[in-house]
């Protein structure tokens, strides 16, 4: 990843968006201080409410973790103990962060549970007995119990069927009226249902990050346009049109423009990078041909 600049504010979500492999997770895992083994962090940092989170502290981070950040996972089990009660996983969250006593902090968990559109023998439940649909709701109850100011959803609702989908981004955007919210999705619909801003990643790069409804009416970039013709229409107005060609591995990115080889409007000019640029109304392109100056 290189030159990612994002900023969230509460009142909603701001999306990253793009295909497998163009550096959404591990943007938000490098700002959640949760790297991989084999990869750092070599320049920048990531701020909260003013501070630096403290990505260099594993202590203090673990403190963080829970309390100010909170992350909701494609996989629930990635958060959820399977021989654990997910009563019992909620309740530690609270009590280790806020320092209840277990009564106490079982009681805000069952409230927790409940407020995700759980029943209350959900408690009491393993996360095997739960399913995929209240897997997630549980997962997303121990990520926001604490109120943290930032929550983190990398692809929520990517195992799950389409009517479960909607209930579970209905739940996120509720919950993200408070905080300041990411949601990491290659699914340029759902981003465009839940957030306010989104931000499309490519090689690693932000190559668009605009306002949501602007960015769907009139995308800039040749690869925001070409996600936006892989979404399928209800109204049967235009086919699907998957994208020719392939992202580059992360060790085979040239000097110039990385979305070039697959790009109708390459150019010489696109052997240089194109700097991230301001194209008016909250709009930031990286593109030397962007398709709002088409005209």
Known sequence: MESVDLVAEP????????????????????????LPPGTRLAAGRAMLDGESIPHD???????????????????????????????????????RHR?????????????????????DRAAEAYPHELSGGQRQRAAIALAIVNRPRLL????????????????????????????????????????????????VMYAGRIVENAPTRGLVAAPAHPYTAALLATVPRLDGSARPRPIPGAPPSPDDRGPGCSF????????????????????????????????????
């Open 11 to 34: 009142g909603g979500f701001t999306g990253i968006v793009g295909e497998s492999g163009s550096g959404k997770s591990l943007t938000c895992l490098a700002i959640a201080g949760l």
């Open 57 to 95: 502290q594993a202590a203090e981070l673990r403190r963080w973790l829970g309390a100010r950040i909170g992350l909701v996972f494609q996989d629930p089990y990635a958060s959820l103990n399977p021989v654990r009660r997910v009563g019992s996983l909620v309740a530690e969250v609270v009590s």
């Open 99 to 119: 320092g209840t006593g277990r009564a106490d902090a079982w009681a805000i968990a069952r409230r927790a549970l409940l407020d995700v559109g759980l029943p």
């Open 152 to 199: 983190i959803a990398d692809e929520p609702t990517t195992a799950l069927d389409p009517t479960v989908q909607l209930r579970i981004l209905d739940l996120l955007a509720e919950r993200a009226r408070s905080a300041a919210a990411l949601f990491v999705t290659h699914d340029l619909g759902a981003a465009a249902r839940l957030c306010r801003r989104i931000a």
């Open 260 to 295: 070039a080889p697959r790009c109708p409007r390459r150019s010489s000019a696109c052997e240089r990078a194109p700097p991230l640029r301001a194209l008016g109304a909250g709009r930031l392109v990286a593109c030397h041909h962007p398709v709002a100056e088409a005209a």
